[in-house]
């Protein structure tokens, strides 16, 4: 910055002020600045810039499942969003394992991101306590797990009696349930209110109808074809998220269902 100052004739504080854009500096001298950090490509040192004022402008977003295209989704928005507010986006993917999950909020940490995204695992403690002792910033998406911390996720108890209520309009007495992954908050809260719709629409929940716990697609088409193949199976079947969907899917298919 010094060597800028010299080239350009002005003060370093004159340098700062264009290159941090902190007060008005007369259109000469900033563009006698500008040209003389062109020809000599000055950069800025961000990890200096950081140290000095306390904030790196970065956020940490830890996701489980990347290759889950819902998740891609979230990530797409939350990059756009962090863009238009100047911040850099640093992503990691949890797996959906607890031990990974407390790694990967540590390292954000130790890198000073200003705060953190998470989409919380099926056991979250571990994290959302390290976040808390380190008062580091964090918002919880998708699944709620705390409500120390801000939340963004589906409404699930209305989006289910949506569902059931859609279900049952067309005369099903006899609906069954494939749930997504196991553990999490979201599944729980699914199964719940998947019961509880069925309650208000006078239905019965048959045991054998529901199967809780589906980790990916196959299982969740061994399981639609496990309830597909009782004596009595049901006529309609509602799906816990975009995964479990594609596994019951093809399931009917192999079936001979439509």
Do not use: W
Request: hydrophobic fraction near 40%.
């Amino acid at each position: 910055m010094a060597e800028v100052a010299r080239r350009a004739g002005v003060s370093v504080s004159t340098v700062s002020h264009v290159v941090n854009g902190t007060r008005f500096v007369s259109p000469e001298k900033a563009r006698l600045i500008n040209d003389a950090i062109a020809t000599m490509g000055y950069q800025p040192n961000e990890l200096a810039r950081a140290l000095k004022a306390s904030t790196t402008n970065s956020v940490g977003l830890a996701i489980s499942a990347i290759s889950n295209p819902y998740f891609t989704d979230i990530i797409c928005a939350v990059e756009a969003e962090c863009a238009r507010l100047g911040l850099m986006v640093f992503l990691s993917d949890t797996q959906e394992d607890p031990d990974r999950e407390l790694q990967v909020v540590r390292a954000f940490h130790q890198r000073r991101v200003d705060g953190v995204i998470l989409a919380p695992s099926g056991s979250p403690e571990r994290a959302i306590d390290y976040l808390t002792e380190k008062k580091l910033p964090c918002v919880l998406i998708d699944r709620f797990a705390d409500d120390r911390f801000d939340q963004i996720g589906v409404e699930n108890d209305t989006a289910m009696h949506a569902l059931i209520d859609h279900v049952a309009s067309f005369g099903h007495k006899r609906i069954g349930y494939i749930a997504g992954q196991p553990g999490l908050a979201t599944t729980r809260e699914r199964i719940e209110a998947f019961r509880a719709s069925l309650a208000g629409n006078g239905l019965e929940c048959l045991p054998h109808y529901v199967s809780p716990e589906n980790v990916d697609t196959a299982s969740a088409t061994a399981s639609t074809h496990a309830i597909l193949s009782l004596a009595t199976p049901p006529t309609a079947l509602v799906t816990g998220n975009n995964m479990t969907t594609i596994g019951a899917v093809r399931a009917i298919r192999e079936k001979g269902l439509s």
